[in-house]
C-alpha cells in the first residue's frame, strides 16, 4: 500500500494541494522560540500563534459537511489598508481557496485585526446569514476610531470583488457586503489588562464557533 507523507504525518490516500499546503503551514517550524515564549502569564501573545490557531480550526471546520465557519488570517486584513493590495495577496496566495469555503454554506467569518492606533487585536465577525458584521472588542470603550471604520469598508470593499459571482447568485437583496448593518455587542467579554487581546481573540473564536445565532 503506497503511504504520503504530509506534514508530520504518514497517510494511506493522497491529500488535495490545498489541504497539504494548510497542513505543512500550521506544522512549520517557523513557530519557534519567540513565539512559543509568548504563551507565559502576562505575555503579549505573538501574531503567528493567533494564525496558527486559525489555521488549525479551519483545517477542522473544512472538513465537516454542515454549515462552516471561517478563520481568516491576521494578513488578510493587515493588507486591507488598501483594498486593491488586499485583493492581490488575496489571490496570490489563495486565501479563499484555503481558508474560505462555499459563501452558501457559512455561517460566520473571523476576521482577526491588528489596530495599529491602539496595539490591539480585536476582531470584525461577518454574519454571513443576518448580513451583519459585528465588531468584538475586549477594550469595546476605545473601539470607536476612524481607522477601525476605514479597514472595516476597505475590508468588504476587498470581500466583494473576491466574491462578486457567489454575491451575485446567493444575495439577490444585497448587492454587496458594503451593505451588511454593522453593530458593535455589548456583551463581548473585556479583558482586565493591557495584554490579553490575544488570548481574547482565541476565546472568542474557539468558544462561540458553534453558536448559530
Given at each position: ?203 472568542y473564536a474557539s468558544t462561540?464557533?458553534?453558536d448559530k445565532s
Open positions: 500500500m503506497s503511504k504520503y507523507l504530509v506534514g508530520p504525518f504518514t497517510v494511506s490516500k493522497p491529500t488535495s494541494p490545498e489541504d497539504l499546503k494548510l497542513i505543512q503551514y500550521v506544522f512549520d517550524s517557523s513557530l519557534g522560540e519567540r513565539e512559543l515564549y509568548s504563551l507565559r502569564p502576562e505575555t503579549w501573545l505573538d501574531d503567528n500563534v493567533l494564525s496558527t490557531i486559525s489555521d488549525a480550526m479551519t483545517l477542522v471546520r473544512r472538513k465537516m459537511e454542515d454549515s462552516v465557519n471561517w478563520y481568516l488570517p491576521i494578513v488578510f486584513a493587515a493588507t486591507a489598508d488598501d483594498p486593491s493590495k488586499c485583493i492581490s495577496f488575496a489571490k496570490k496566495d489563495r486565501i479563499k481557496e484555503i481558508y474560505m469555503s462555499d459563501l452558501l454554506c457559512c455561517e460566520k467569518a473571523f476576521v482577526p485585526v491588528f489596530d495599529n492606533e491602539r496595539r490591539h487585536f480585536f476582531l470584525f465577525v461577518l454574519q454571513l446569514k443576518k448580513q451583519v458584521v459585528e465588531i468584538w472588542d475586549s477594550l469595546a470603550a476605545s473601539c470607536q476610531s476612524d481607522w477601525v471604520d476605514g479597514r472595516l469598508h476597505n475590508l468588504l470593499v476587498s470581500l466583494d470583488t473576491l466574491f462578486q459571482d457567489d454575491i451575485d447568485q446567493y444575495y439577490q437583496k444585497v448587492s454587496s457586503f458594503t451593505d451588511f448593518r454593522v453593530e458593535r455587542p455589548s456583551n463581548v467579554p473585556q479583558q482586565q489588562n493591557g495584554h490579553d487581546c490575544g488570548v481574547c481573540y482565541q476565546v462561540r464557533r458553534s
